[in-house]
């Protein structure tokens, strides 16, 4: 027994070592390692037959969106491209709907080997952080280029704030509350050396939500849900009415972000093609295939994605595509509402759905298997957490009533 308890802890640091390398050094490989990840689970469960897929509201608005998307090839300025998106991401789906039903139903041992595995790639992805900052700093060079330049970690810093509300929600949890606490400031240090902009500022601005969550749960998440489906079904009106390039333009921080200002260029370009086919949009993965008479502005071509998944539900799959994603976010903080009581989780769940809609309407596409396939094993971690915190509680709860018992007696 030993002997396999031994080569079990080997092949779960070999597979957290994978899930820390598809965090920094191979992003696409996080579109195999889930797929994997779900399978093993399946396996050690040993229960298939009974597994029953968990269709909850964003998981449903989400099927509808992947089904309108492959209706969408029949009329997209590029067929084999629709195809293609719509063949990988109907895997990842499946595959994410598995995995999230199988922790749903997944035993406390099942749940806390997740949780190991999870965490000890979370702490090899920081030392993998560390270690490419100080290669990029020395100017040494690694086997990773980034476009021809130094790499960048920018998509680590998505990763990073994606999963440290729950991550370290989870430490909370488990009685480590100062290691909680550590992780999350050096998480933030850590982010801010990735050099993604987004996700720094995004990550403070969660921390704000977590502490109104936790102070006024019920508000801040009815709030969150009105203003984040308000925001998503008015995008392409606000890129051409709220906030033209015209308005923008007077912004001098925005002209000497060219990254930022390129995405202001491209979000306005795609809301005025969404305007020509309102109703069916120009169908899956058709943005960087749009017709162009130029470019965006002198020297910014055509974006290849919009960096805003609300304006390329639109404008790839029209008014019904761009509802249903609205729904989808609406839905999440819907469910936080309805089923979360616990004003610490609130708190957590929040922060990390607005860090999430941040990323998502500013930095990442809607049809990345691999960001689809984080976002699935960060959503099974908060489906581990929420079970630990209810564990919690009710041995606070079951020892709080043993000691008022043993005072009475």
Known sequence: ???????????????AVLIAIGGVFSYKLMSILMPVITLILLWRQRDIKNLSLLLSPPLVFLFLLLIWGGLSVLWAEHPQTALAIFVKMSLTFTFS?????????????TLSKVYSLLKIAGFILIFFIILQNIADDLKIKTFVKYKDVYYMMKPSGSILGLGAFISCGLLWVYNSKILSVATFVLLVLLIYLTRC???FFGVLFATLVFGLSYAIPFWSTRIALFLSYTFLILSPLIYLYVFPLSTMVQLKWIIQNGSLFHRFLGWEFLSEKFLEHPLLGWGLGSTPYLPLGSDLAQGYQNVIHPHNTAIQAYVELGLVGGVLFGLFFASCFWLVEKHIKDRFS?????????????????????????WVSWVALIAGLMIIFLKAREAQLHGEV????QGRALQRG
């Open 1 to 15: 027994m030993s002997k396999i308890a031994s080569l079990d802890n080997i092949a779960l640091f070999f597979l």
């Open 197 to 199: 902009q987004t996700a």
């Open 346 to 370: 609130v708190a957590v769940c929040n922060a990390t759905l607005v860090f999430g809609f941040i990323q998502a309407e500013v930095t990442h596409s809607l049809w990345h298997n691999h």
């Open 398 to 401: 079951y020892h709080s009533t």
């Open 97 to 109: 709907l598995v995995l999230i039903s199988a922790l749903m139903k997944a035993s406390p041992d």
